[in-house]
């Protein structure tokens, strides 16, 4: 059973960096991903990366602003997020999955494992 751990989240000012990390139990992730919620609307994709070759995927929201990273010798996904706006306020999670597919990594719908969530506030 693979066990997903979130940490960083918080409260910062427009245009404050914040970096995010996801502990993994057990290996074997084909791919890692973070996503957010933002209050009242739905889950939506910031970024994922393939474990093994390190080649990401970003969104259009953040693309610029935030970088998505591992390191494999401590099973450790990053998020790095930079120039943050009011906007990125939202809970992140992360995701994993051992067999999921490029055209999929975008879709929470097909990540079998969750982190429990860390709440990022960006406010002045």
């Known amino acids: 059973q693979v066990q997903l751990v979130e940490s960083g989240g918080g409260l910062v000012q427009p245009g404050d960096s914040l970096k995010l990390s996801c502990g993994a139990s057990?290996?074997?992730?084909?791919?890692m991903g973070w996503f957010r919620r933002p209050p009242g609307k739905e889950r939506e994709f910031v970024a994922a990366?393939?474990?093994?070759?390190?080649?990401?995927y970003t969104a259009d929201s953040v693309k610029g602003r935030f970088t998505i990273s591992r390191d494999k010798s401590k099973n450790t996904m990053f998020l790095q997020m930079n120039s943050l706006k009011p906007e990125d306020t939202g809970v992140y999670y992360c995701?994993?999955?051992?067999?999921?597919?490029?055209?999929?990594?975008?879709?929470?719908?097909?990540?079998?494992?969750w982190g429990q969530g860390t709440q990022v506030t960006v406010s002045s």
């Open positions: 995701a994993a999955d051992p067999s999921i597919i490029q055209s999929s990594m975008f879709d929470s719908r097909y990540y079998s494992y």
């Open positions: 057990g290996g074997g992730m084909r791919a």
């Open positions: 990366i393939k474990w093994s070759s390190g080649h990401t």
